[in-house]
Each structure stands twice: as C-alpha cells, then as structure tokens.
C-alpha cells in the first residue's frame, strides 16, 4: 500500500473528527480540566548532547469524546467509542524527535563538529489513529506536511505492579516503535545535500526500524484533586540506526516529574 493511500485513510477519520465539531458542540457537556508544573529530564542519543533538564507546563481538557492537550503525541483527539476497558480514536498533533527540536524547552545543543552546518528537520505535523484495550494501546501516526510520508506504529503494553488502598499505583509500559524508512531517514539519515566530509558527516541512508523502550510510571494522590506522577524511561535505539555519524549513544534516557490539579 502506497503512503499516499495511508495518507488518504488517515485524513477521511480526521475530516470526520472535524465533520462532527457540531454535533459534539450542540450536545454540551461538562468540561474537566487538569493543570500542572513539573520538571522532564533527557539523555539523548546524539553525539555529545549534553542531558536536557527543563521546567515544563501541563494542561489537558476533556468534553465528552474530546480530549485537547498532549496525549500520545496528539494535541487534540476525538473518540469514536470510549469505555473503561476500550478506546477507539482518531488525533491530530505535532512530532518533534529530531536533533535541535524547534519545540525544545531547552536551548542547548552538541558541540560535536558534527553538527556544524547541519540542518535540523522542521517539526512535523501528524494525524493518528488507534486503539487501547486494557493494557494494550496501538497508533499509527502519519506526517502530513511537506509533502513527506513519515510513518510511526507504537504498540504498548501497560502492566500494573502494585497498588495501595492510598491510592498510590506502580506500573511498567513495555513498549515497540515500528518507524518507516522515510521517517528513520529525516531524523537518523544524511542526505547528500546535508553531508560535510570535513565534520565526519557522510551520506546516511536508513531503512524501516524498530526501537524498544521501558518506562516505569507511578502515581500518587496528594490530595482529593491533586496528583503527584513520575516516570523514568529508557529507549534502546535500533542497531542500524547506531551508526548513523550523528548518534554517539546507543539508548536515550528520560525522568520526568508532575503535580496535577482536577477540576
């Protein structure tokens, strides 16, 4: 199946989210709102990035199928069906994994020649669909912009592993980040125009991998409406993507902690 036939598939259920803005509208429900503050830290795999640490903000709303604020990678989601086990969705968002992200909280970069002159891919923007079942949860996520075909399929498996009476839960995500050629190429890759010998920046050409990941996730309620959640995660990056002369680590490490208000 072509990309632009993938492209097609995703575009009819997100002109069918949009479709429905009205009918949601006229069928007003409540709003809930969560806000908080926390601090994300970030090891990355690029050659000598220092580790990111940076203040973020977080806010999600939530009206009936809407959802509005990151979540999987999507700024704005709508479900088409929704219970306490299944979820069924399509979303539309922003993805930016590349070196020198334009949506990093923080300003620094590797001193690494490597780097010198080369250009950064732009930030992408994405429509998605999935599911989640009880612990499992699929998405595949589709760049629209710049004419490209930029493809990613995570499949997660949510364990719980322990959980109190106060409320405080534990869990560990297992998870695999199927990614097309075209999207390893824009973020791993070195076109011809962008190669520079004298940095030791040759042509890089990748093909469709496979990257895995681990992440620990615990949540605590400080109070009725407040909640205290961490999580610490590591991402181990595909073997043929570690010879890609922009990587110099074969995994990325990332800590993240939130206090969240509900109202």
């Known amino acids: 199946m072509s990309a632009m036939l993938f492209k097609t598939y995703l575009l009819a259920p997100c002109a069918g989210l949009i479709f429905s803005l009205y009918h949601t509208t006229a069928q007003a429900q409540e709003w809930q709102f969560e806000a908080g ?3 994300i830290s970030q090891q990355q795999v690029w050659k000598k990035m220092p580790t990111v640490t940076s203040a973020v903000p977080y ?15 999507n700024l704005i989601s709508y479900s088409f069906y929704q219970d306490e086990s299944f979820r069924s969705y399509v979303g539309a968002g922003i993805r930016d994994n590349g070196y020198d992200a334009d949506t990093s909280l923080s300003s620094k970069q590797s001193d690494d020649p490597v780097f010198n002159g080369y250009v950064a891919p732009d930030t992408e923007i994405t429509a998605a669909i999935g599911f989640s079942w009880h612990w499992v949860s699929l998405q595949l996520a589709q760049q629209l912009n710049e004419d490209a075909a930029a493809q990613v399929v995570d499949l997660a498996l949510e364990l719980p592993l322990y959980q109190n009476e106060s409320g405080l839960r534990l869990m ?3 998870a695999a980040s199927w990614m097309n050629a075209d999207y390893t190429q824009r973020i791993y890759g070195v076109e011809p125009g962008n190669q520079n010998l004298s940095v030791g920046r040759p042509v890089f050409q990748t093909d469709a991998e496979v990257n895995y990941s681990l992440n620990l996730r615990v949540q605590y309620p400080v109070s009725e409406r407040t909640i205290l959640l961490g999580s610490a995660g590591v991402t181990e990056l595909a073997d043929d993507l570690q010879q890609s002369p922009l990587v110099g680590e074969k995994r990325s490490i990332d800590a993240m902690l939130l206090l969240v208000y509900h109202f």
């Open 37 to 39: 503050a926390g601090v």
């Open 59 to 73: 806010f999600t709303a939530t009206n009936g199928p809407w959802r509005l604020g990151v979540d999987q990678g």
């Open 172 to 174: 560990a995500i297992a």
